[in-house]
């Protein structure tokens, strides 16, 4: 099998020869810093990182809906608005047109087409994209003293998604896609349910038809115990999730017993791959069961820690494909 045969195997839970061995996100600043003092040779973008490894070729393309020339916030998690006239006035700066690199996507489609890569494409949600306006102590407040303002915000990004993924699918139909979220926490979402039917279940429903129609599947990344909001996102028609944090207490063995259809990436303990072989190895075989019965693509649950060295890395890889081996037999 080649490289797109077996990802597109796993998402259809059909046999493979081998696990795809992959990262879905590529690596910390602070961890290439370690890396590249320890040997990785420099200048190497993140795709040839994956071939330095031998891992999987799997690409990826975020689609931001600001242009260039938008502003900035002042520091992490600070705001651009805070309330409808800020929005009109920074309004000219977002959902860009012709965003979509269509020279680019096409040699990425002439490469998918060979089975040689797999694509996948990020689209910034309706809970994300109006926290990034609003700052991430604005965005709280705004459910309650701007809830038009916030159905206005993620009408108009709908809009612009639904234009763009046309433009991606007139090229190619990616493997997969995920909605940018980062709405839960170690103990689970930071909104409620209501909040969530009421505020981002309805754009969700206007875009994810069209990119199931398309046979393409949608993912929701986001960081801490997403176990509680599978369903709501379920109901909207998200069919897969990652990282799939461990140490936010997810447990991917129960979330395949209550949803045998769902698709995965991530769950390996990133914490544990400094620890040695054996650390490794007892999570690896936590993991393959449920990677063997399909769907589910084993992958760090975050981005490597800068604790883990080069040699780490090497061996983490080195058993990655062991037990990608393993899984077929």
Same mark, same amino acid.
């Given at each position: ?229 599978? *369903?709501?996102?379920?109901? /909207?028609?998200? #069919? ?5 944090? =461990? ?5 991917? $063995? @129960? ?47 975050? *981005?490597?820690?800068?604790? /883990?060295?080069? #040699? ?5 890889? =080195? ?5 990608? $081996? @393993?899984?077929?037999?």
């Amino acid at each position: 099998m080649n490289n797109r045969e077996r990802f597109q195997a796993i998402l259809h839970f059909e046999p493979v020869d081998r696990l795809p061995v992959l990262e879905w996100a590529g690596w910390w600043d602070q961890t290439l810093d370690r890396w590249h003092a320890e040997g990785l040779p420099a200048n190497l973008d993140r795709y040839q990182i994956c071939e330095y490894f031998g891992l999987d070729l799997l690409v990826q393309d975020w689609i931001r809906p600001r242009s260039s020339e938008c502003p900035r916030p002042a520091s992490h998690g600070a705001g651009l608005i805070k309330n409808e006239a800020d929005y009109d006035r920074l309004r000219p700066f977002l959902f860009p047109e012709n965003c979509v690199n269509r020279e680019f996507w096409q040699g990425w489609a002439a490469r998918q087409a060979t089975g040689e890569i797999a694509i996948w494409f990020t689209l910034e949600g309706f809970f994300w994209f109006p926290r990034t306006l609003f700052g991430i102590e604005g965005h709280m407040f705004a459910f309650y003293d701007y809830p038009e303002l916030m159905q206005r915000m993620n009408h108009d990004l709908a809009e612009w998604q639904l234009r763009v993924i046309e433009d991606i699918f007139s090229i190619c139909v990616p493997d997969f896609m995920t909605f940018a979220e980062d709405m839960s926490y170690n103990h689970g979402p930071m909104l409620s349910e209501e909040q969530f039917d009421t505020f981002m279940a309805p754009h969700y429903q206007r875009v994810i038809p069209r990119i199931l129609e398309a046979g393409c599947i949608p993912f929701v990344d986001t960081d801490g115990d997403v176990t509680t909001a599978i *369903q709501w996102f379920e109901r /909207v028609g998200v #069919q897969g999730f990652l990282p799939l944090e =461990r140490m936010a207490g997810v447990d991917v $063995a @129960k979330i395949r017993q209550n949803h045998p259809h769902l698709h995965m990436i991530g769950a390996f303990d990133k914490t544990v791959m400094h620890k040695g072989e054996d650390a490794i190895r007892s999570e690896f075989e936590r993991l393959l069961p449920i990677a063997a019965g399909g769907g589910f693509f084993i992958s760090c649950d975050h *981005q490597t820690p800068p604790g /883990v060295s080069l #040699q780490d890395y090497k061996l983490y890889v =080195r058993l990655f494909h062991e037990y990608a $081996a @393993k899984a077929a037999q």
